[in-house]
Structure formats: C-alpha cells, structure tokens
C-alpha cells in the first residue's frame, strides 16, 4: 500500500503548487473513517482509496481530483456526511464525492436495470464536473486489477462485462487510451480466459523465437531519424491481448497477419518534425497500402492527434508507427485530463480550449435521457452510440448535429428534434434533393422538408441508426396503429350491426365492454381492425338475445364482394396504411374487383377477386369483408403491377419497350430477364399504372410492336 508521503510526492512532482496539508489531512481522515474495514482480498479497506489516488496520480490529475480519490467511499461505506465532508474540505470537493456517492445508491431488482440506472445516475453527476467521470474510471480500473479475489464467478463476469460495455468505451471516448486498454484487457480474461491464454502463449512463443525484436527495431529506427537531424525518442510496445483478439475477430485474420503486434511511438517536438520524421520513415522502409491516416490535420473526437502508418519494417517485420509531438503524446495518454495538465501554463486558456470538443458526446448523452423510456432503452441507445464513430453535418442555420457513422437525414431530423423527424417527408443534402436513406457524410448540409400531415413510416425503422430516432418511429408506429385499427373497426362493426338491423352508436357498444373484458371503447375497436376480435361478438355481447351466424362460406356470396353487411370498406391510395395492405405480389388496380380477408394481427389483407390463394379461406366466410376502390379522379395516383413480356432478341428492343412504357405516362420500378436463347428473351416488368384501363392500353400497345411477341400480366 502506497504510504503517505509517497502519495504526495507524486503529486507535487508534477505539481509544486499542489496543497500538500489538504491531501494530508484528507489522507489521515479516510484511514480513520474506515478503520477495520477489509476488501475480499483480505486487505485494509484503505488500501483501495489510496491506489485509485495513485492511478490519478499517473494521470498528473490536480488537488481536488487526488483528494475526491481518498474520500470517494467515506459518504457509502462509513459515518461520513456531506456536511462534514464541506466543512473539512471545501464545497468543491465535497460535490465530488458526492457525484461519486450517486452511482452505488440504486437498488433495483433487475441487475441489467442497475446497471442501466446507475449509469443514469453516473452521467447526471458527471455533467456538472467531468473529474467524477476520472475517479470512477480510475475506481473501476483498481476494482479490476482485484477482481479474482471475488469469489462468485457469475459476480466477477457481470462486473467484467458491465466494464467491457460501459466503462472501456467512456475511457476511450475521454483519450485515456491507457486506461480502456487495461480495462478491456482484464475484463477479457474473466469474460474469455482460454482465448487469452492461447493469445499470450502464442505471443510469447513468436518472442522467444525472435528475441528482444522491439527493441532492435525502434533502434534502427531512432538511428535513422538521428542521423537526418531530427531530436526524437522513439518508444516501442507490443499491444494488449484484447486489442489484438479485437482485430483478429473483426478481420477473420491469424496473429501472425496483423500489422500491428509491434507498435512504435516516435516522438518529436514540432509538427513539422512529424511530417519531416514520415518522409524519412517513408523513404528508407517500404509501406504497407492503406494503412497510413493523418490525425494531426483532422484530430479525432476526443482531441487524439497523431500520424499513423504502418511499414514493412527492420527485419521485415510490419510495424506500426505512430508520430506526434511531445504535447499530442501526453494528450495521447491522458486524454481529457490533459486539460489540467496544460490549464496551468503559459497559453492555458488556449490549450484548455483544444479540449472543448471532447464535452459534446456527453452533452448530448445527457440529453437522451429527458426522452429515454426506461433505464434498459437508454443503455442499448448509449452503449451504440459510444461504439460508433461520428459524422458532422449541419442545419441550413449552421446548427452543428454529430451523428453516428451510417446515419441518414431521418436520423439527423431526430436528431434536432422528435417533431422535425415525425414530420419528415424528404430532405436536401448539400442543396440536392435525395433520399431519405442516404448516408451523411462529415460536412453534409441537411435540409429536412416536412409536412403535417406526414407520419413516420415503418420502413425508416430498416435503415436509421440512432437510438433516439428508432424509439420515436415505434412509439409513433404504435400510436398510428392503434388509431387506424379503431377506425377500421368501427367501420366493420356498423357493418355487422346494420346487416343485423341494429344500430352501433357509443352507448349500445359500451354494453360489450364487460363482456369482452375491454378497458374501454378504442381498445375494443382497435382489436376488431386488427382482427383478434370479431364484430359477431361484439354484437353477441352488445345483443345477447340474438343468435349470430358463427361460421360462413364463400359460396354464394356476391361478386363484388363479400362479408357481413351493407357497409363498404373504402380503400384509397395503395391500400398500404398500417391497418390495411395488400397481398404480397398479387397487384389488384382500381377498376377490378377485390376483397379483403381479416387477418389478425395485420387488419384487412387486400386480394383480386380472381386470386387462387383465395380457396384457403373459402371455409371461414367471418373473415371476408366488402371492400371497393376510392380513388380520387382529381387526384391520380399510381399502383404497382407486373408484366411478363417475350420479346426479339435483337438490338434496340429493350430501348423500344421502355420508351413505349414511359410515352404512356408510366414508370418502370424493376426489370428482369426471366430466360433469354438466341432468338428469343422472356422479361419481368414492373411499373406502376394509374388503373386497369391504363394497364389495358399499355399491354395493347406492347403488343403492337413489330418486335413485342407476347404480353401477359403476371401475379407472382
């Protein structure tokens, strides 16, 4: 255990000004608050607060940060309280310990709920001072370097896979690469010991069989760089275990392939010198394509600035080499910690300024959880996006919006706000129109255009990336429905009562409700359109005196339609809204008739009248429902078909087909060739047609061409 005056040695070695008394006093006072206590090691309790102190230490972290480290216990473990901890050590540090404090004082029953709820907790306290963030990763780490001494093994792997999913990435996103690497490293040997030790046994197989390599080869190096004027220290390393299983999962590579088992830091003082040391590198040993990236001109989100690129090195052995100066490099290892480390020197305003940058993932972490529905819902969205790498994209207004790699303006109108997305209904990227499904890229202007009358469509939910942007799609997704399942029901329901010469106002179908065990009147409706309820028993429970047919045939019924009664379902449009659809691959058109089956679950399935998959229902007339086209006669719309067309196998067909199709007004959606020989080819056609008078006069005039064969419609 670290003593006393070695702890404040270690602080005043980087930081003379530091408050040698307060660290003092703070240490004597949490030795005392936790007196006997013992660790699972079998260790003083005590020892645990000092080396969390210790870690911060290496992180060159300043008075208040190193005494929160000493007290971050007192308030959970021992007698103290916050009052005191004021009293004896100011506001500051009190409000520390007490953000600390936060994340150990849920209880709830579901583990994963604990986790997601303290991690709630975590970043509520962090947004007001990103140091409790610093104390609780250096908590975590030592936690984990004592993490075999907990008995339970279900224990050691739930604290070892919340540290994978939780803690490594903060680490990561805050450029303390030192620490996320250590913290994945030991969570993997609790999570997959043998693949660890094959790893390291390998490793130390391919050492022994080439000697001290690393060194020898950052000599060489060193030299080299040296004898062209540059002052450079060049250090080299072998990387973690975790981080190369990492790469070899994601690659499908062996050890022996990746590139990057020897890592070199070469360190200079300007950042011309990096530049400099790249072309001598370049020069004398050849590189390996593709793998150089340049995060001095464009840093990383965290502030992480460097050159890397990776060479077929000394011995012919591939090396990566990363190049930065002497600032970038402690950067490097401290990441936001940094900031203190430069707040105190000449320029530290403008230093402390580079680091700006690094808050705004949290800001907008903390705002997920105003609209998070549940602790769980809030993890999975946070845990996606630590995980992602981010695009910039700007509002015509220069509002800046960061967005996971991947996101599309769906996204991006989330994003801005819940309301923007739900009434989103097309966008312009750098002043061009185009889909909603395309990718942003770092730098995109996004437009989004809206309508009120516009509702967020089920397929967004395919291909957006966020977390926040897919919870309001099915929360809207799920209101849309239900509204549109009571409406159909309603229409089916009157239907049924009027065919039965009963009216079906308000206060007749509250008389069901008791019956049927419904809450209230839109449940009731809604599970009609959706077809887990019949109108026949919501009439049998509204008139219990009346005998209600319970079975039916298709036999008999008329042509242009079938069902229970006099009402029509009206179908506008495609007929593709959330509580009626047509049929896979059947493609009825206005001016045919058609029926609709009640399947539960989906409300009113669409078919021709003609359609063979019909007989499966001719036993189970409950099912069938009148339906007849509503297509507004102002206002065309187009419906999809399909053609199947045999055609002359020679130059300029396929050209006379399509310009034929378009000077009709239509449009073709896919084209394929089903069989094609020398003479001859069969294709697939679909396009979209206004109505079966407009499908009629497309296939007469194929058929006119000296070069059409055959034309037929097609259903499947």
């Given amino acids: 255990m670290m003593r006393q005056y070695e702890l404040v040695d270690r602080v005043l070695g980087y930081d003379p000004k530091a408050d040698e008394a307060l660290i003092n006093r703070a240490y004597v006072y949490a030795m005392k608050q936790h007196g006997s206590q013992k660790r699972a090691s079998g260790d003083p309790y005590f020892s645990h607060p000092i080396e969390v102190a210790g870690i911060l230490t290496d992180l060159k972290l300043d008075t208040s940060t190193i005494v929160t480290a000493l007290l971050h216990d007192t308030i959970e473990d021992t007698g103290a309280t916050m009052d005191e901890l004021t009293r004896l050590f100011g506001a500051e540090i009190a409000q520390l310990v007490d953000g600390v404090t936060k994340l150990t004082r849920i209880e709830l029953t579901s583990e994963r709920s604990k986790q997601a709820e303290n991690f709630r907790k975590f970043l509520l306290a962090m947004s007001n001072d990103i140091r409790v963030l610093l104390v609780k990763l250096a908590d975590r780490l030592h936690n984990m370097r004592t993490l075999h001494f907990i008995p339970s093994p279900e224990k050691r792997q739930r604290i070892a896979q919340e540290t994978m999913d939780i803690y490594a990435p903060l680490a990561g996103r805050m450029g303390i690469q030192e620490i996320r690497d250590e913290l994945e490293d030991l969570a993997f040997a609790q999570l997959n010991p043998e693949a660890r030790e094959t790893l390291l046994k390998r490793l130390n197989e391919f050492r022994a069989a080439s000697g001290d390599i690393v060194k020898r080869i950052g000599e060489s190096f060193q030299k080299e760089l040296v004898a062209n004027g540059i002052d450079v220290e060049v250090v ?66 965290n502030g992480y600035r460097s050159i890397h690129t990776t060479l077929i090195g000394p011995e012919k052995k591939r090396a990566e080499v990363q190049i930065r100066t002497r600032k970038m490099h402690e950067v490097a290892d401290y990441g936001i910690a940094a900031h203190w480390l430069y707040k105190e020197k000449p320029g530290g305003a403008e230093n402390a300024g580079e680091f700006a940058n690094t808050f705004i993932w949290l800001r907008q972490l903390i705002e997920m959880l105003e609209h998070g529905s549940s602790p769980e819902e809030f993890l999975e969205h946070t845990k996606l996006q630590m995980f992602s790498d981010q695009v910039f994209c700007f509002s015509p207004k220069g509002l800046l919006i960061t967005l996971p790699r991947g996101a599309t303006p769906v996204d991006f109108a989330y994003a801005v706000h819940t309301d923007i997305g739900d009434t989103c209904v097309g966008c312009k990227i750098n002043g061009r129109h185009m889909p909603l499904r395309s990718t942003l890229e770092n730098g995109d202007e996004v437009e989004i255009i809206r309508s009120q009358a516009q509702r967020p469509s089920p397929a967004w939910e395919g291909f957006v990336t966020t977390g926040k942007a897919r919870s309001a799609i099915r929360r809207s997704i799920r209101m849309s429905k239900q509204i549109e399942f009571a409406r159909l029901g309603r229409q089916i329901v009157k239907a049924t009562f009027e065919a039965a010469g009963k009216e079906a106002t308000d ?18 409706l ?102 007849a086209w509503d297509v507004p006669s102002d206002a065309p719309q187009m419906f999809p078909t399909r053609l199947r067309v045999t055609a002359k196998n020679e130059v300029g067909t396929l050209g006379n ?60």
């Fill in 236 to 301: 080299g390393r072998e990387k973690r275990p975790y981080s190369m299983w990492r790469k070899m999962e994601r690659r499908s590579i062996s050890l022996e392939q990746l590139s990057d088992i020897f890592g070199f830091r070469v360190i200079v003082d300007e950042i011309a010198d990096c530049y400099k040391a790249l072309g001598i590198l370049h020069t004398h040993w050849p590189t390996v394509p593709g793998r150089f990236k340049d995060y001095i001109s464009t840093p990383k989100n």
């Fill in 507 to 524: 206060s007749i179908l509250e008389r069901a409700l008791g019956p049927l065990h419904q809450s209230d009147m839109n449940e009731m």
């Fill in 526 to 627: 809604s599970r009609v359109g959706e077809a887990t309820l019949t109108a026949e028993q919501v009439l049998a429970a509204a008139y219990p005196e009346l005998t209600v047919r319970k079975t039916s045939s298709r036999k008999g019924k008329k042509l242009n339609g079938a069902g229970t009664g006099t009402t029509v379902i009206h179908v506008s449009g495609r007929g593709q809204d959330l509580a009626m659809h047509f049929a896979d691959e059947t493609f009825p058109l206005p001016g045919e008739r058609i029926v609709g089956i009640m399947t539960p679950g989906e409300g009113i399935v669409i078919y021709p009248i003609d359609a063979p998959s019909l007989a499966e229902f001719d036993g189970d007339g409950l099912r069938w429902i009148d339906v």
């Fill in 657 to 716: 087909v399509a310009s034929l199709i378009a000077d009709y007004g239509s449009n073709i959606s896919n084209l394929s060739m089903a069989q094609r020989d020398s003479d001859f080819y069969d294709m697939q056609i679909d396009l979209d047609v206004r109505d079966l008078k407009h499908l009629t006069r497309i296939m007469s005039a194929l058929n006119g061409l000296s070069v059409v064969s055959s034309v037929a419609r097609s259903r499947r």
